[in-house]
């Protein structure tokens, strides 16, 4: 996952029983992916895994897809062939995170050594 004020890039699909998401490196990527297939999926996917957010749509609790739910929805649970389908009927979403803000230890001070006085 990305630390400070980087970008998270994922791609929700909508599934009859369940909601998936997929996490990609960014919305560039997939887009030439949806144009050059033989972009290999290593240099768009961020990962390997599929998440179900339990109809909560790409913002629910993220918990990993059960082979059963990924059998039900796309009829198979090899991760490339959902991850494709995933990618191909997905919406891509992009979101900032948020930073780490303010001070982050007030009782250091200044940021001088405090060991022993001497």
Do not use: C
Not at 54 to 67: C, E, P, T, V, W
Not at 73 to 87: A, C, P, R, S
């Amino acid at each position: 996952m990305p630390r400070g004020n980087a970008s998270q890039t994922k791609v929700h699909y909508k599934g009859t029983e369940e909601d998936f998401v997929i996490f990609v490196d960014d919305v560039q990527a997939v887009q030439e992916w949806k144009k050059d297939k033989s972009v290999p999926l290593a240099q768009v996917v961020s990962g390997w895994k599929v998440f179900v957010t339990h109809k909560h749509g790409a913002q629910g609790i993220m918990d990993s897809a059960s082979n059963s739910a990924l059998d039900n929805e796309f009829g198979t649970h090899k991760e490339e062939d959902v991850v494709i389908q995933i990618l191909e009927k997905g919406t891509v979403q992009e979101s900032e995170e948020a930073g780490r803000s303010g001070s982050t230890n007030d009782s250091m001070g200044a940021g001088v050594a405090h060991g022993p006085r001497g």
